[in-house]
């Protein structure tokens, strides 16, 4: 069983800096996309980044700029820089992971809370 367990989150006051970051483990397969998204209660999960095998990256276009997505291969892990932290990316974040191999399939962690204070 594929599992993504992520590590990072927590409180931070406004203007600070976190760094997120999730394994991948049980599959010999590598990670093809991996991808962080983030729900606030009441709200829809959103996209936040997400990147390739190859290292292409994608942001939303909102966090562009104050955020950092990265992977190291080898370690089936990626990362999450947030930096200049506001109050409204309090949400917890999940880690994503989408393989082709041996068929497509799709994964999550179970998230992280971040909480960001005023």
């Known amino acids: 069983q594929v599992r993504l367990v992520e590590s990072g989150g927590g409180l931070v006051q406004a203007g600070g800096s976190l760094r997120l970051s999730c394994a991948a483990s049980?599959?010999?397969?590598?990670?093809?996309?991996f991808g962080w998204y983030r729900q606030a209660p009441g709200q829809q999960r959103e996209l936040v980044a997400t990147i390739t095998y190859g290292g292409t990256t994608n942001y939303a276009d909102s966090l562009r700029g104050r955020f950092t997505i990265s992977r190291d291969n080898a370690k089936n892990t990626v990362y999450l820089q947030m930096n200049s932290l506001k109050p409204e990316d309090t949400a917890v974040y999940y880690c994503n992971a989408v393989f082709l191999f041996p068929t497509r399939s799709s994964s999550w962690g179970q998230g992280t809370q971040v909480t960001v204070s005023s």
């Open positions: 049980g599959s010999t397969f590598s990670v093809n996309t």
